[in-house]
């Protein structure tokens, strides 16, 4: 079986209606976890309330998300019973539905012996070939799988595939993943524990806190995959808080009560489980408010709301008093003239410094002169920490090494920082990473705001269209442009490489430096009789300069944090020229 299980696999509620499934809701929650970054979904879980579904609905539920899911992502049903002929005939039923895989909890109430348990699992696998995940969960079905057991099932049927295991057991993991020589994938069933399953060979989770936010839990996932272990620690520690209050009463009480609260559906529950006590609720309530969710008005991916040091009046999540005060380095340049020039023109905002480095022949004149407008008494100055004592943001589009002084210039006076210079090494992106600790810090390699359109799209289009569709990338700058491939084709080919379950090096880059280039890049899907491309030219430098003028609106009134063009647009937030 060649299906690999990854990811933020989104172990789905069952929303109902007036006594029904509301089949328009579910399917409109398919398409937000497609569109959110889910890497699979799993109809008729524990999550799904499938203990409460009718036959018919238990049916019914498989086949709307198969539909609306439309083979973009595999969907993994829930099939599992104490029953075996029942078993095998729900999970027949996945199949013909055209499910991806089979997720088959051990049987409740029976409490089976190991051999009884092998039987059952061997029973079902002989009588259905289809990919099948085990799902181990004791302290709901009161027995435990143990992994000679598992181990034995993966030698003996070659469509069982991965575990789904719940017992919190890391040392059970690690036996399990020993004895089958790694042969099963091995997915979180617990969502605190996915970064340690993660870390001893696991490939991902099936979430429950991801039908809220699936963006963060499959960017976490993503970071360690990538390598970046520091940028899943800061995830794990963000969601944690979230994911705990999804469990302050039993699943799914709590997760379809916040999905109520965000407007996402009826939070209706089936007895016997029941409306969660007003104490809970408020404590649940306390905690969508701190992650953020109820300030954006949906759930949806994010880093935490965050503030920079200076009170600011806030109206739909946007800054709305004084203007943005900014202060630019590399001010005599071409990026930092077109965006000192466009904060002139913007009501919004209010150019207090220029920067540029000491000997430069600029120093000292008056920076509306430096950009062929009216005096405006702000010379320029190579003095740093002076220049932004007067600023609320600063946007630094120059190197790396004067970016990096500005960096804990910023931290020092707790100043947000917008950060649109590209080539740093690992040391400099772990120290960006360290003073996001206490400054809200937004990172992005475009500031354009069709180029992190772009991003989605070919993350996207890519998870689409599957490993079937060859992908390259072209990218072309001017002659002067140093590093190469640039950032934004690096951020292409991480966008490629997530939507097909790869690794970036594993998406070719061509570089292309000539002329005056202001900026191209082209995403080329090339399969059987047709191609895709995904282009984007930057017609002039003022694409980026109005891209990072929004990203120092968006991060005024943020608190410390890591941040991204994505969570700009998502803010709605853009500046006008």
Not at 10 to 39: C, M, S, W, Y
Not at 138 to 161: F, G, K, M, W, Y
Not at 189 to 195: A, R, V
Not at 350 to 369: M, N, P, S, T, V
């Amino acid at each position: 079986m060649s299906l690999k299980l990854h990811g933020a696999i989104t172990a789905l509620v069952t929303p109902f209606r007036n006594g029904r499934v509301d089949e328009a809701a579910l399917k409109r929650l398919v398409d937000f976890q497609i569109e959110h970054g889910a890497t699979g979904l799993v109809p008729c879980g524990s999550t799904g309330e499938s203990a409460t579904l009718s036959h018919d609905e238990h049916d019914r539920v498989i086949e709307l998300v198969i539909e609306a899911a439309g083979a973009r992502i595999p969907v993994i049903a829930g099939t599992g019973s104490n029953n075996t002929q029942e078993a095998i005939r729900l999970t027949r039923h996945a199949k013909d539905a055209g499910a991806s895989a089979a997720l088959i909890i051990s049987p409740y109430y029976n409490k089976p012996t190991q051999r009884g348990l092998y039987l059952h699992f061997k029973a079902i696998a002989d009588a259905v070939d289809i990919p099948i995940v085990l799902y181990n969960i004791a302290s709901r079905t009161a027995v435990n799988i143990e992994p000679e057991t598992i181990a034995q099932l993966v030698a003996d049927c070659p469509t069982i595939i991965a575990v789904k295991e719940s017992s919190g057991n890391l040392e059970q993991m690690s036996r399990i993943l020993q004895l089958t020589k790694r042969r099963v994938t091995l997915l979180s069933g617990d969502d605190s524990l996915t970064l340690p399953v993660l870390s001893i060979g696991g490939t991902g989770v099936i979430s429950v806190v991801s039908n809220l936010v699936p963006r963060d839990v499959a960017a976490m996932v993503s970071a360690y995959e990538r390598g970046d272990r520091k940028a899943a620690i800061e995830w794990h520690d963000r969601l944690l808080p979230l994911i705990r209050a999804m469990f302050i009463e039993t699943n799914p009480a709590p997760v379809k009560t916040a999905m109520g609260l965000l407007g996402m559906i009826d939070p209706e529950l089936r007895l016997p489980l029941c409306a969660m006590s007003d104490a809970n609720q408020q404590r649940l309530r306390d905690e969508l408010d701190a992650y953020g969710l109820f300030a954006k008005g949906k759930a949806r991916a994010q880093r935490p709301p965050a503030r920079s040091g200076r009170r600011v009046a806030r109206n739909g999540g946007s800054a709305m008093a004084e203007a943005v005060s900014i202060a630019i380095p590399g001010c005599g340049g071409r990026m930092g003239q077109r965006i000192a020039a466009l904060a002139l023109q913007d009501s919004g905002m209010k150019l207090a410094a220029g920067l540029e480095a000491k000997g430069h022949a600029l120093i000292g004149r008056d920076l509306g002169d430096v950009l062929g407008a009216a005096r405006l008494g702000i010379a320029v100055t190579d003095d740093a920490e002076a220049a932004l004592r007067s600023a609320d943001i600063l946007i630094d589009f120059t190197r790396p090494e004067p970016t990096m002084e500005h960096v804990q210039v910023a931290r020092r006076l707790r100043r947000g920082i917008v950060i649109g210079t590209t080539g740093f090494s690992d040391a400099q992106q772990t120290a960006i990473r360290d003073a996001a600790k206490e400054i809200p810090v937004l990172l992005s390699p475009n500031m354009s705001v069709g180029v992190n359109l772009l991003f989605e799209l070919v993350q996207t289009a890519a998870r689409r269209l599957g490993l079937r569709y060859d992908v390259e990338i072209v990218e072309a700058h001017h002659r002067a442009k140093q590093d190469a491939p640039s950032g934004t084709a690096k951020r292409l080919a991480q966008a490629a490489a997530d939507g097909r379950g790869q690794q970036p090096q594993d998406v070719p880059v061509h570089a292309i430096r000539a002329g005056d280039i202001v900026g191209d890049h082209t995403v080329l899907f090339a399969g059987p009789f047709e191609r895709l491309e995904l282009t984007h030219r930057a017609h002039g430098r003022d694409a980026f300069a109005i891209g990072a003028l929004s990203a120092a609106r968006f991060l005024r009134g943020q608190r410390a944090g890591l941040y991204d063009m994505s969570h700009v647009l998502q803010g709605g937030t853009h500046a006008t020229a």
